[in-house]
């Protein structure tokens, strides 16, 4: 199994876009998309960066370095975040962090137990 080829293709039909729609939106053509796709050939670096831009995902997901097709551009990435939504997603890292710090404590108390 070639990961690079079978992980755009993935991703894709995921989004629902068509070989077409995704060479243009990474400014490529059909053609490159779809050798890329068949593994027949590799992506320059900069080309492989616009795929995984335009499929919210990383190269490193693309390469099969990682298992974990999302990366932080899921909603729109941060320089779509509204002033509000950074607050709450602030606050409710701060609340998991504690969460954990405690469950950290009481793991070490118990243990001395």
Known sequence: MEILGDRI???REKMNYTQKDLAKKAGLTVVQLSRYETNDRKPDPDSLRRIAD???TSADYLLG???TP???SF???PEQ???DEIEEMEAALQRYRAMKRRAAE???KNSKN
């Open 70 to 72: 999302t990366n932080m």
């Open 54 to 56: 335009v499929l919210e």
């Open 81 to 83: 975040y509204t002033q």
């Open 9 to 11: 293709k993935y991703l």
């Open 75 to 77: 909603y729109g990435g």
């Open 106 to 108: 009481q793991a070490e």
């Open 65 to 67: 370095r990682i298992d």
